[in-house]
């Protein structure tokens, strides 16, 4: 493990935070994925999974020093309640652009390398 100075470029920018991790992308992924008040906000687009349900994907952008920034996303699925609120997510087009993505729009919801399952994610769950 290594340490790694990281910090949210978009959509909100923040200060510089160290983060331990195996490499540059694991370690924008864990400063992305922090909890209060490290929190990173993210632009959310909810998507209709194969078995119609929906989950909530967060994409950032973060700086790692000395590397070029990752678009960083985290999933996730859950209680879903009802309520009057307004609809918050965006289209992909959308956060493409504010992210400054440079290849095929559909490919923010592709499997990304070192990327872990959806079964892996469960196993930590239920471990």
């Known amino acids: 493990m290594a340490e790694f100075r990281c910090r949210a470029l978009k959509p909100t920018e923040s200060e510089w935070f160290t983060i331990e991790a195996a490499s540059a992308n694991d370690a924008a992924n864990s400063f992305h994925k922090r909890e209060y008040p490290y929190y990173v906000k ?10 119609n349900g929906v989950e909530k994907i967060s994409f950032a952008l973060i700086e790692v020093e000395d590397y070029e920034p990752v678009v960083s996303r985290i999933y996730s699925t859950g209680i879903w309640r009802m309520g009057g609120v307004k609809p918050y997510g965006m289209t992909l087009n959308n956060i493409a652009c504010e992210l400054g993505w440079k290849h095929a729009t559909e490919d923010l919801l592709k499997p990304w390398e070192g990327e872990e399952s959806w079964e892996e994610a469960e196993s930590i769950v239920k471990a």
């Open 42 to 51: 993210g632009f959310i687009y909810l998507n209709t999974t194969e078995n």
